[in-house]
Every structure is written in C-alpha cells, then in structure tokens.
C-alpha cells in the first residue's frame, strides 16, 4: 500500500516535473518568452494605465495586421516588397471611390477590395515581379521602389494630394467603464489580425497549397523536384497578399485621412516588425507588434516623452535583431 | 513704272499695318513668373486663380498696352525644383515679375538664386520668419503679401483679446496646444511662448500656454488619444492643435471618443480636407485663416472673385490661398499700372505706393515688417465652422457671425 501509494507520488512528480520541462523548453523559444513579457506587461499596464493597454492593444493589431500581408511575400516569394503601403492606399482609395459612387461603406468594400487586388496583383506578378525573381536583391528593391513611386504619382493624379477623410459616425464609438472613456472602434484591427493571422496558419499548414507554398518558401528547387509548381505557388502568395493588403486599406481609410504618401511610413513599419519577429515567422509579428504598440503607447503616456516613442520602436527592433543575430554566432 | 508703283503699294500696305498695330504686340506680352506646387490644393487652385485674373486684365486691354502671359511652374514642394524654377523663369522665359509661392521650406531654398537676379519678386506664400531673415533688409526688389509667424502669433492675441472684451464669458486664460513635431508645428508652438509671456490679463495675470507634441497622420501617425487625453486632463479654456489637414478629421474623430470637449476648440492647418465641413463633428470648431468663403457676404471684390472662380472652373475655391493668388496678379498689375513702365526702381516705387483693394477682404498696402521693407498683410482672421460654413468672427469689421461658445458637446450634435 505504502509502495503503491509512494510509487503514485513518484509518478505525479515525474509527470509535473515534465510539464515543468515542457514549459521551460517552451520558453527558451522566443515566441514564447515574448508572450510571457507581453502577458506580464498587460497585467500591469490594465491597473496602472487602461488606455495605454487598450490602446496600445488596437494600434499593436494594426501594425500586425499590416505586416502580415508582407511577411507571406517575403517567407515564400523572397522578396522586399517596397510597395506594400502603396497597395494598402490603393486599397484605402477604392474603398473611398466605391463609397462615393455607390455609397457601399468601406467595411463592406473590404470584399471586393480583395477580389480587386488579387487580380492586381495577379497582373503585377506576371507583368513586373517575375522577371526580378531571379536577380539580386538590390535590383527586386529599386523595382518595389519604382512600383511605389508611381504608384503615388498615380493617385496624386487621379485624386491629387489632398486628404480624404469619410466622416462615418461609427469610428468615434466609445465605451466607459467609472470614468475611464475609450474607443471601442479599433477593436476592428484585434478581430481582423486575427481572422488574417489565423487564416493564413490554416492555409499554410493545414491546406495542401499552403504546404506547397511553405515547401517552396524553404527551398524552391526542392519543391520543383518534387513537382510543385514553383512559378503558380509564387503568383498565389502574390496575389494573396496584394488582396490582403488592399483589403485592409479598405479598413484602414475608416479611421485614417487618405493621401497619395499615407502608406509609405507602414511599409517602413512593417518591414522592421519582419525583421524583429524573423522572416517567415507569421506569429511572431503578432507578438513583436504587441511589445512595440504596448511599449509605444506607454511612453507617449508620459508627457514630455512623446519624442521617445519612435526611438524606442527603433531601439527595441535593433536590439532583438542583434540578440538574435548573437544567437545564432554561438549556435 | 508699273512695277515701282506696286512696290510702293505693298510698302504703304506694310507700314499701315505695323502701325495700326498695337505697339504692345510688336513688344511682346508682359510675362508673370508664377512658382506654385500644383500637385497640393494650394497650388492648383492659386494657379487657376492667377490664371483668372489675368484673363480678366487682358480681357480689360492687358497692362502698358500689351498682353500679360502667365507662366505657371510647379515646385513639386521641393526646395530644389522651386529654385530651379526661379533660375529658369528669370534666365530662359525671362519673366518681367516673379510671383506665386506657398512653401516656407522651399522658399528658403529659393532665396538664394533669388537674391542673386534681384528680380522684383511679389511672394504671397512663407509665413515662416526664417524665410524673412535669409531675405534680409537690404532687398528693396522683394515684397511679401502673407503675414509672418510672428505676425499671425500676434492678431491672433488681439482677436481673442477683442472678442474677450466683448464678451467677457469667454475664458481665455488657459491655453493648451497640440502641435505637430516637425518644423511647422513646433515652430508655431515656440513662436507663441514669448507671445504668452507678455500677455497679460485685464488683472495683469499672465496667461498660460501649455503643449505638447503629437505625430501628424502626414508623417505616419494618427493616434491622438493620448496627447487629447493630457490635454483633457489640463482642463484649458481654450485647445488648439497645430498639424495638417490629414489631422483634421481624425482628431475630432478621437476626441469625441474620449469625451473631451473644451469650451473652444481650435484647428490650424494650414487647409482643410474636403467635406470636413459636412461633418458634424466640425461644428464649432474655430479656426484661422486669411479668407473665408463668407467674406463675400461683405466684400464685393470677393464677392466678384468668388463668382467668376466658380463661372471660370465649376469648383468653388476651398483654400485662402486661391484668392490671395488672384490678389498677387492684381497687386502686381495695379502697380504696373501706376508705374507706367517695367524699370525697376519706378515699379518698385509704384509697388510701395500702391493700395489695393483684395479679394481676401483688407485692403493691401505695403508697411515694412521686422526685417523687410515691403510686408503686405499682417493679420490672420478668427473663422468658426458653423453648419457647414466657415463664418469669420473677428476682425469685427468682416464678422459674418458671432462665436459659438462654448463648443457644443458631442452628444448635441
């Protein structure tokens, strides 16, 4: 009986011992040392400064949510698409054209705003994108750059320089909770991360296309042996992501003034969240932008230290980019 | 015989003809050098307001008897492309006036080439003193219709100040400014402390003005939350927020959503989007400019601006800057005018003398400012957007309406 009973103790603590294990193996993986950070902070934060959590949350979801789109073309197709703010303000004005002539409302737009840019970017890829696959990089980023350029002149032209903001009632909507008062609106950007997010990790690992393109995102050639149309794989996650991209211009331009050079800075944010949370790695951008939103919005929370907050952004993203970089060196 | 008397006959015919000739024809056409960015509203519509009125002066029988020509170049907001505009209005077009201009940072880039033709230049845009300095008190040739920094700090003080005497319910003690953290608005910001400092109340107690920085949606920002939120927690008589009109919307948006609402609320862009008017979230939103479309309610010059604007292009002018433009070709031709000739110390003279009633409502003469010899307006307008308009509420004297105070809150609207 004492056996038993002692061989039982043994045994729950061989198990606890290896979900302890598990755990701490867990965490030695960055995604999840940077959930323990975030979860840590949040709870902080939502005694401390509720708006600096609610807030930092929503603008973290639109830094991801912006992001993601580029993260899919750089893990698969391996390239730095410059233009990426250009497609979300291409995006931003058919949503605005569409609510004027035929008074759709831009939440609505995001569908055929999706329909819209795949074909766009079906006509990218095969027009511009496939004949830089191959050549240096330097090359693929002065063609992005060329594309955003006239892209912004395009849009200069057709709806000149002057912002466009839609008044739509809906965006001012708030909640208060004792005297706390906070908008409830951009809890859109939280929902839309995550149906993206979760979309895209559904697709990639759990659709025989998705792991066709995950194949040729580790190894094109591989994946050509093995038959996987390399070419057809690319122009898909293009695509995809140019319908994203345009789509979530269509929810962007809800909150945003809209102006020919609105999308330039995000691609600039987007591309550092990248290469924060490591190429290829859909999740951890989610994660990354919700250090950098929390954090962001922490400092600006202090008066005076407005000016930090862009400094932080940069000053985070270095610092994990040379961590990470050292890991690899003692590796 | 026969052929000589021919002969004579054709040259009879040619010298009737060169004479019946207007000599203004044989001189060519008066040309305007005009510098604008085109692809901003401020350019687009000054260009075509400047085009307007010189149609209306050559449509009167042009200037000296000859036609006035309107080159127009575009400076794409580029320090570098505005002085290379100015280098080929003066050496390639070589255009007898330069005018035009909205940018103080590409006007700093273009004083230098400007210094160095000493063209007579009639600048009717740069409201920043640093512009004023490079140009310096020695150029007797240059001439500047927008108010300074300084200047426009200034009637905004007085405005106040005179709608407080008049109506002593609004509390004006209390400032708080928002501003946008590059040049434009942290400038405003610092060029209004020193102003405060010496701004005393009735009771000679020091009026207080308090700011902080936000990131304008122009420069990848666009969360105002929380820089609203300091401000709220300040609780001022008066808010009032220095960025660009892609701020405009979006910060009421964001101010709705936290509950703030102070007595006055101010905007200073140097335009406004389109539609924001149409917003409910704008009214009561005061702000400053050097027209409003309502001054044509008490002006006839704007009133024939306005209507020969909408005639001419089917749009109506949105911006201050499309009849301080057709201000800037009128100016420029009733000196013309009154010189009677283009040398240039007669012009210049003819300039300094000469008082012009504008489309922007005051009267244009020329005063020296701190630096320059030739300023022309020096005051800005107190306006408020009320059911979709904007009304002018001080200079008193061009008052369309009174101020709405306080703001209304939010869930009146």
């Avoid at chain 1, 395009?154 to 008044?167: E, G």
């Avoid at chain 1, 591309?271 to 994660?287: R, S, T, V």
């Avoid at chain 2, 108010?147 to 100040?161: F, H, N, V």
């Avoid at chain 2, 304008?216 to 609203?228: E, I, P």
Wanted: net charge positive; aromatic share 12%; charged share 15%.
């Amino acid at each position: 009986m004492e056996r038993v009973r002692t061989g039982q103790i043994v045994e729950i603590n061989a198990d606890t011992l290896r979900a302890v294990m598990t755990l701490l193996s867990k965490l030695k993986q960055s995604n999840y040392q940077i959930a323990v950070i975030s979860i840590v902070l949040a709870i902080i934060l939502a005694a401390w400064k509720p708006h600096v959590l609610i807030e930092g949350l929503q603008r973290a979801c639109l830094y991801a949510l912006i992001a993601l789109p580029m993260a899919l073309i750089l893990g698969i197709v391996g390239i730095i698409n410059l233009a990426h703010g250009e497609f979300m303000m291409l995006g931003a004005y058919f949503a605005y054209s569409l609510n004027v002539y035929t008074g759709m409302d831009p939440l609505v737009a995001v569908f055929p705003a999706l329909i819209a840019f795949f074909l766009i970017g079906i006509a990218t890829y095969r027009t511009i994108i496939k004949y830089v696959l191959g050549a240096p990089e330097l090359n693929q980023l002065l063609l992005t750059f060329g594309l955003a350029m006239v892209m912004e002149q395009l849009a200069n032209l057709i709806w000149t320089s002057r912002p466009i903001k839609l008044p739509l009632k809906y965006v001012s909507a708030s909640a208060t909770i004792g005297s706390f008062t906070f908008g409830t609106f951009e809890f859109v950007y939280i929902g839309a991360a995550g149906i993206v997010l979760a979309g895209l990790l559904l697709f990639l690992k759990r659709t025989s296309t998705g792991q066709a393109a995950l194949a040729v995102g580790q190894n094109p050639r591989g994946a050509k042996l093995v038959g996987i149309h390399v070419d057809r794989t690319y122009l898909l996650i293009f695509s995809l992501s140019i319908a994203l991209v345009g789509a979530i211009g269509a929810i962007f331009m809800t909150r945003h003034s809209i102006f020919p050079l609105v999308g330039a800075p995000f691609t600039m944010k987007s591309f550092c969240l990248i290469a924060m949370a490591g190429i290829g790695n859909l999740m951890g951008i989610l994660w990354c932008s919700l250090i950098l939103g929390l954090a962001e919005n922490f400092v600006l929370s202090f008066r005076g230290y407005a000016g930090w907050a862009d400094i932080l952004f940069f000053a985070l993203i270095v610092g994990v980019i040379v961590i990470r970089s050292r890991q690899r060196q003692v590796k | 015989m026969k052929y000589q008397k021919s002969i004579f006959l054709c040259m009879a015919i040619f010298v009737s003809i060169l004479l019946l000739v207007p000599a203004g024809y044989a001189q060519g056409p008066i040309k305007f050098g005009a510098i604008l960015p085109l692809a901003d509203i401020t350019g687009d519509q000054g260009a075509k307001a400047m085009k307007l009125a010189v149609k209306e002066i050559n449509r009167a029988g042009g200037l000296l008897g000859r036609q006035v020509e309107l080159i127009v170049v575009d400076d794409e907001m580029k320090p570098e492309k505005g002085a290379a505009a100015v280098e080929k209005l003066v050496t390639v077009d070589k255009v007898d006036v330069l005018i035009g201009g909205m940018s103080s940072g590409v006007h700093l880039g273009q004083i230098p080439i400007m210094k160095k033709y000493e063209k007579v230049t009639v600048w009717m845009g740069a409201a920043s003193s640093r512009c004023e300095q490079a140009v310096g008190a020695a150029a007797d040739w240059y001439f500047h219709l927008h108010p300074w920094d300084y200047q426009q700090g200034a009637s905004y003080l007085e405005g106040w100040s005179a709608i407080n005497q008049k109506r002593p319910e609004v509390k004006i003690d209390k400032w708080f400014n928002s501003y946008e953290e590059g040049a434009f608005g942290t400038a405003s910001f610092k060029a209004g402390q020193p102003q405060f400092a010496n701004w005393l109340t009735p009771q000679g107690k020091p009026r207080t003005l308090d700011g902080e920085p936000f990131k304008s949606a122009a420069l990848g920002g666009g969360d105002y939350r929380t820089v609203l939120r300091h401000a709220k927690e300040t609780k001022p008589d008066i808010f009032l927020w220095t960025g660009y009109d892609a701020d405009a919307l979006p910060i009421m948006e964001q101010a709705k959503e936290i509950g703030f609402a102070p007595p006055v609320f101010i905007g200073s862009p140097p335009g406004w989007p389109a539609a924001f008017g149409k917003s409910p979230l704008a009214e009561g939103v005061t702000l400053y400019g050097m027209w409003a479309p309502s001054i044509k309610e008490v002006s006839k010059v704007s009133k024939h601006f306005w209507d020969a604007y909408i005639k001419e292009y089917n749009q109506e002018p949105a911006t201050y800057f499309a009849p301080l433009a057709y201000t800037n070709v009128g100016f420029v031709a009733e000196g013309i005018k009154k010189a009677k000739t283009l040398e240039k110390a007669a012009l210049i003279k003819a300039l300094e003398e000469t008082k012009y009633v504008s489309a922007v409502g005051e009267t244009l003469t020329i005063k020296p400012s701190n630096v320059i010899k030739h300023q022309g307006f020096t005051k800005q307008k107190i306006l408020q957007w009320q059911k979709g308009q904007q009304q002018v509420i001080w200079p008193f004297e061009f008052a369309t309406s009174q101020l709405a105070y306080p703001f209304p809150s939010w869930d009146k609207r």
